[in-house]
């Protein structure tokens, strides 16, 4: 039986437990993959092992809901061209399926596992990716196996984009029969990229719809190139999230705000895609759900850091510090469907799961206070210190 372990002398614990929970002078317990107790330090009950953080804050890790990691090769060339001012174009995917496809799964898992590390030691605890950079039935397959042996979540997005050499429709078909049910067995989530360059609305629904039938919950990657059907169609058929969320027009902003889909907005990739950043602000402020993720990928977001997603939202999008841990904690757990109940994730309470990450900060103000400075101290997954 693994030891409870008791962290104490927290300065600012964030708990997520009600809308922005955080207590000052706060300790936990950890009893093997749970958190067996939150409340005053005063009041902590005796455990097999104490941990004092020296009034540093705690809170829950970080949920990374949308990561593509299951890629080879690189695209520098693209996002050099880019910095020049070249346009963002959805075409540049089939640079990655080239590389992807030619790697073989020893070197593609090497390059999921350097990343999920990577991502862990800045205190990401929990990790969803996708596929899409095989666009073939053995190459998906092989991407979602090889997903599922380093990430928490995997979602199947074959419909990343129209393989050359393929008619839209027919490629369509494929996706929502053989290559479907080849996956669906190694997978959670279903996503299309309904966007100009890659499906349209028709194309779109086909596959939310074969995916839903095939019981899989569905994911939308929406509105990132410019206005379009991607958030009125996932709200339609009540998708888990929509994400980009870049070109929004107000009545996706409303719709957002009268449904349980959560907007996951992406800002490190607004950035490097040189795209307008997401209306966060007015999404909150609208009533609707909102996570930040990392997008980690080698064409619009190769970076893990959920710190540098937070900071930017705060510095540049408009939100409080709170709002933004909040959106990359609870926010991605609320996008993934993980948020309450056994197993929880995001949140630090009775019950959830033992996900902490410990910042080299007294308070989750420096995330966005010290941009770009390196801040995790410590980080237990599942209740097992990996940092």
């Known amino acids: 039986m693994a030891p409870t372990v008791l962290i ?10 009600d809308e922005l929970g955080q207590l000052r002078d706060a300790a936990l317990v950890l009893d093997g993959e749970r958190v067996a ?16 953080v020296e009034g540093r804050a705690v809170l829950p890790g970080w949920v990374d809901s949308h990561t593509h990691l299951v890629f080879a090769g690189d695209r520098t060339a693209e996002f050099a061209a880019r910095m020049a001012g070249e346009p963002y174009q959805a075409g540049g995917i089939a640079v990655t399926v080239a590389a992807t496809r030619a790697a073989s799964d020893s070197d593609l898992a090497d390059g999921v596992r350097r990343h999920v590390a990577e991502s862990v030691s800045q205190g990401t605890t929990y990790l969803e990716t996708k596929t899409g950079y095989g666009l073939t039935v053995e190459d998906e397959v092989r991407s979602a196996r090889l997903a599922g042996e380093y ?6 997005l074959g419909a990343h984009l129209v393989p ?38 028709e194309q779109s629904r ?45 009545n996706d902003i409303e719709a957002l705000a009268e449904s349980d889909t959560v907007a996951t907005l992406l800002p490190a990739c607004d950035l490097s895609t040189r795209q307008p950043l997401a209306n966060a602000r007015d999404l909150i402020d609208t009533g609707a759900t909102i996570a930040l993720a990392s ?13 540098f997603c937070v900071a930017t939202a705060v510095l540049q999008m408009h939100l409080s510090v709170a709002e933004a841990v909040r959106a990359a904690t609870w926010g991605g757990a609320r996008a993934l469907r ?40 410590a980080v237990w997954r599942k209740g097992t210190r990996v940092r």
């Open 8 to 17: 104490t002398g927290i300065g600012e614990l964030t708990t997520n437990d």
């Open 37 to 52: 107790w939150v409340g005053p330090a005063a009041q902590a009950p005796d455990a097999d092992e104490r941990v004092d």
């Open 151 to 156: 990430v928490d979540e995997v979602t199947f």
């Open 164 to 201: 050359e050499d393929w008619d839209g429709d027919e490629y369509v078909r494929l996706v929502c029969g053989e290559m479907l049910d080849a996956v669906a067995p190694h997978v959670r989530w279903a996503d299309v990229f309904c966007e100009s360059g890659a499906f349209d609305e």
């Open 206 to 250: 086909a596959v939310l719809q074969a995916a839903k039938k095939r019981g899989l919950g569905l994911r939308v990657h929406g509105n990132q190139l410019g206005p379009g059907p991607g958030v009125q169609l996932a709200v339609e058929l009540g998708a888990a999230s929509v994400d980009h969320c870049t070109y929004l027009e107000s």
């Open 295 to 307: 997008n980690c990928n080698p064409g619009s977001s190769y970076t893990s850091s959920m710190a």
């Open 338 to 377: 993980r948020e309450s109940g056994d197993d929880a994730i995001g949140v630090l309470g009775p019950g959830a799961r033992a996900d902490v990450h410990v910042l080299d900060a007294p308070s989750t103000t420096w995330l966005a206070y010290r941009p770009g400075v390196p801040m995790t101290h």
